[in-house]
């Protein structure tokens, strides 16, 4: 024996991660010990601070990064070989980190349930019974919340990050435990929210079994858990292959059901349907962020040799998806579900950007890799869904928000404002130049084109003609039908939902009419390292 | 000594664990047939191990072991509440989300 050696960890570059978990663990303690009137600014200013924090460092660390060929970042592999901290995961960090601020903020709201958050007042009494009566008079609210969407999203900062198989597997199961529990904690409606948790409870650990096995099969081929071994073992074509082949199969359900790609796109509709509207906003737009990172990372470093096998998979899957999500969207008759499956349709476009997967050097200069446009469709993506959420929370009538699409006739003749804002959001998703959703679908059919997969491009493109016809069909029922007499109202948020959606539709014009900017640091992000 | 016995056995594991998943109507069953899905794993992970003459696959079991008691915390706690709600832990009552 050498005696021990103690595993080297680059702190700093890590840092991130760590001040979001540790920020996470104060909520917990913060839960134990501050009497009850202090929890809620303790820990919304922690929460805040942390994630602050966390986006500084991350910053710093995507600044440091070392160069590749000339400006474009490579980064290095930290953590003993765990963690990979290269341009795509910290791009990932930054806009996580982004995009679980505002969903704090919508967390925080409490003007709109005068005077609480949207939460349960104490999850544990039954709904319809005196104790719930007493919890909501006595305005009881659970701040346990906050660090619940802390850890979740440590979890996604350490996803797209995971440079191993078992880290992959501890960060999926840390972002998506709290998020089960978060789904059930509805104020409102709390049968549906009940069911929306168990529901994706249920699914959720089913594909995570999936995902476990296929862990297992993998490391049975490749003799180790380490991308880079694994991406070798592949390179080589020794062992059993159809223990590969088998493997990626299972791991590939647990990451496409993460991401709400069909055929695993079943649990999507209901959950976001269920869920407290802030959690759904959340869970949109940072959480596709965080598995379409691992996605891609697992893919093009460790199962990149074989691209030939498992590229018709994802041909097959992304049309499928996009013809499930687009096609089912037009029969919907509640918001949230229309946008849950707007979200499937989404995924379906952002997995035809997968498909261009290309290595540096086959691209021109400027040119648009596979990953660095699936990261510029998950920033315009994520900031346009996580401001029509924000807006859904607002439109509300006696038994809370009234997300059924009659309740929303007219809605522009009352709040031209509002509707405004959303019928740009929807237009926005369905790709009208001028926003940012246009620019994000040009990029990513562009990345499918340079690798020839023109049927799926095809197939995209008239999605999003079918797409837009249910979001124009929304646009149209607020301005061009009159109001319901008795209708939903729109209520005055406090500064924080008005922040979120500022910033929704301001990212969302931004980069439909100027994308250079960030495309261009995109541009040098540069690709995965192993 | 040969995997393959033990692979198999860990595939028929997974398989009966899968199909109870999809056929069974507690939930509370549905939750303990995940639970052998995911007990299926660590016997394959801990034959690679062995196979591939490396602890990789043995420090995986603990982790999933880890996880898995996490996840019984959180789904224990999600399956009482509705089952307290609705005096059923049948997953086909729960059906107010469809469509």
């Known amino acids: 024996m050498n005696g021990f050696d103690a595993p080297k960890i680059e702190y700093f570059t890590v840092s991130p991660i760590l001040i979001v978990l540790g920020v996470a663990v104060i909520g917990v303690l913060v839960e134990a010990f501050a009497p009850r009137k202090l929890r809620y600014p303790l820990q919304v200013g922690t929460a805040l601070v942390g994630l602050a924090a966390a986006f500084a460092t991350s910053v710093v660390v995507f600044a440091r990064l070392n160069p590749f060929a000339g400006d474009v970042k490579a980064g290095k592999v930290v953590a003993e070989g765990a963690l990979a901290a290269d341009g795509p995961a910290v791009f990932c960090w930054l806009l996580v980190l982004v995009l679980g601020a505002l969903s704090v903020l919508l967390f925080a709201e409490r003007r709109l349930e005068a005077g609480v958050v949207g939460f349960a007042g104490q999850a544990a009494a039954l709904p319809g019974t005196e104790a719930e009566r007493e919890a909501s008079t006595s305005g009881l609210e659970h701040t346990e919340v906050f660090p619940l969407i802390m850890f979740a999203i440590g979890g996604m900062l350490l996803f797209p990050a995971a440079n191993d198989l078992l880290t992959m597997f501890v960060a999926l199961e840390v972002l998506s435990l709290p998020l089960y529990l978060l789904c059930g904690l509805a104020r409102r409606r709390r049968l549906l929210s009940q069911e929306a948790a168990l529901k994706y409870f249920l699914l959720g650990a089913f594909s995570s079994g999936f995902f476990v096995y296929g862990i297992a099969l993998v490391y049975g081929y490749a003799g180790s858990m380490g991308f880079a071994q694994i991406a070798a073992a592949v390179q080589a074509d020794g062992g059993e292959r159809g223990l590969l082949l088998a493997g990626i199969a299972l791991i590939s359900v647990g990451l496409l059901f993460k991401v709400g790609a069909a055929p695993f796109h079943s649990w999507t509709p209901d959950v976001y349907q269920g869920a407290p509207t802030a959690v759904t906003a959340f869970m949109a737009a940072a959480t596709k962020v965080a598995a379409f990172g691992a996605l891609l990372r697992l893919f093009y470093v460790a199962f990149g040799g074989n691209r030939t096998d498992w590229t018709p998979m994802i041909w097959a899957v992304a049309i499928l998806t996009m013809v499930v999500g687009s096609v089912l969207a037009i029969s919907q008759t509640d918001i949230k579900r229309m946008l849950a499956y707007s979200s499937i349709a989404h995924a379906g476009f952002i997995l035809t950007g997968f498909l261009g997967i290309r290595s540096l050097d086959e691209v021109a200069a400027g040119g648009l890799t596979g990953v660095s446009a699936v990261l510029f469709y998950l920033t315009t993506y994520g900031f346009t869904t996580l401001a029509a959420f924000a807006i859904v929370t607002l439109v509300r009538d006696g038994g809370g928000e009234a997300t059924h699409l009659a309740r929303w006739q007219g809605l522009g003749k009352e709040s031209p404002l509002v509707a405004g804002a959303f019928a740009f959001l929807l237009l926005a998703m369905a790709g009208i130049p001028l926003t940012s959703g246009f620019t994000g679908k040009w990029a990513v059919f562009a990345a499918a084109l340079q690798v020839g997969a023109w049927p799926v491009v095809i197939v995209a493109v008239l999605m999003s003609a079918v797409a837009a016809y249910f979001y124009v069909r929304v646009i149209v029922l607020m301005f061009f039908s009159e109001p319901v007499g008795d209708g939903p109202s729109v209520t005055t948020p406090s500064i924080m939902t008005s922040v979120v959606i500022g910033f929704g539709v301001l990212a969302t014009l931004v980069l439909g009419i100027v994308p250079g900017a960030l495309i261009d640091v995109l541009g040098r992000v540069g690709v995965f390292i192993r | ?99």
């Open chain 2, 1 to 99: 000594m040969s995997v393959t016995p033990f692979i198999v056995l860990s595939a028929i594991l997974f398989t009966i664990g899968a199909v109870g998943v999809l056929t069974r109507r507690n939930a509370i069953v549905v939750f303990m047939c995940v639970e052998l899905m995911l007990n299926a794993s660590n016997l394959a992970l801990i034959t690679f191990a062995k196979a591939n003459g490396n602890l990789d696959g043995q420090i995986a079991a603990f982790f999933v072991m880890v996880v898995a008691a996490a996840e019984v915390v959180v789904g224990l706690a999600i399956i009482m509440t509705i089952f307290r709600t609705r005096r059923s832990a049948s997953v086909d009552d729960a059906s107010l989300l469809k469509y």
